[in-house]
């Protein structure tokens, strides 16, 4: 089991310009969570899946921030137009979403997106 | 809204010191409660759970928790710290009814000298 994978680890992009980050979560899991880390913020939660439909977006920002999970064995979190304070790394997790344990999340390394 | 605070922001022990890294969390329920550690540069590994029963929980390298409706308290503790514990620590919420988001706590620095 590779856990939950996440590409890519890095990623520079100018101001302006749209980034996709991409996240696998462990085969089996039914719920996928991205979250956002700053030194200022911590750990924000932003979106999540469950069985690839959409439950909870509440923490992701109204503009340029979507989320997608188009089947079962990915997600995207796309962001246009960056800014600079879009800088942070951004964490997938997934957890079984049912049964014992169902709450415990797994987490993927994360993407640090850096905005210039 | 559920909420979790440490307030510690940075604990230093030397090595073979016992350790509790502090939680209080604020939440209107029967809550689920998770340490995570974070090593640099890497992502969050779950060090252990709680899930409503015995209010002391194990988790892995020597951690243990304490769960108290009381305090609304979860701290964690380590009989014997090692150097190899030097991290960032996290203490998280969970609403009850589905395994929904986690809410985080500021996280607490462990510096462990030798």
């Known amino acids: 089991n590779a856990g939950v994978i996440q590409t890519p680890r890095h990623k520079v992009t100018g101001k302006g310009q749209e980034a996709t980050l991409w996240c696998e979560p462990i085969s089996g899991h039914s719920a996928v969570f991205w979250y956002r880390q700053t030194i200022v913020q911590g750990l924000e939660f932003l979106t999540y899946?469950?069985?690839?439909?959409?439950?909870?977006d509440s923490g992701m920002p109204k503009e340029r921030f979507s989320a997608q999970m188009p089947n079962q064995s990915h997600s995207t979190l796309k962001i246009q137009s960056t800014q600079p304070q879009d800088s942070a790394v951004y964490l997938c997790a997934s957890s079984l979403g049912r049964g014992p344990g169902y709450a415990e999340q797994f987490f993927g390394p994360g993407t640090r997106l850096t905005v210039l | 809204a559920q909420s979790v605070t440490q307030p510690d922001a940075r604990v230093t022990v030397s090595e073979g010191a016992s350790l509790q890294l502090r939680c209080k969390y604020s939440y209107f329920g029967t809550p689920y409660l998770f340490w995570y550690v974070q090593y640099p540069r890497q992502g969050l590994q779950l060090l252990l759970k709680y899930y409503p029963g015995d209010p002391v929980v194990q988790g892995v390298n020597g951690f243990e928790a304490e769960f108290s409706k009381s305090n609304s308290s979860f701290h964690l503790r380590k009989a014997s710290v090692h150097w190899s514990d030097w991290a960032v620590y996290f203490c998280?919420?969970?609403?009850?009814?589905?395994?929904?988001?986690?809410?985080f706590g500021q996280g607490t620095i462990l510096k462990v000298y030798l």
């Open positions: 998280a919420v969970s609403m009850t009814s589905s395994g929904q988001k986690l809410v």
């Open positions: 899946f469950r069985n690839q439909a959409p439950i909870d």
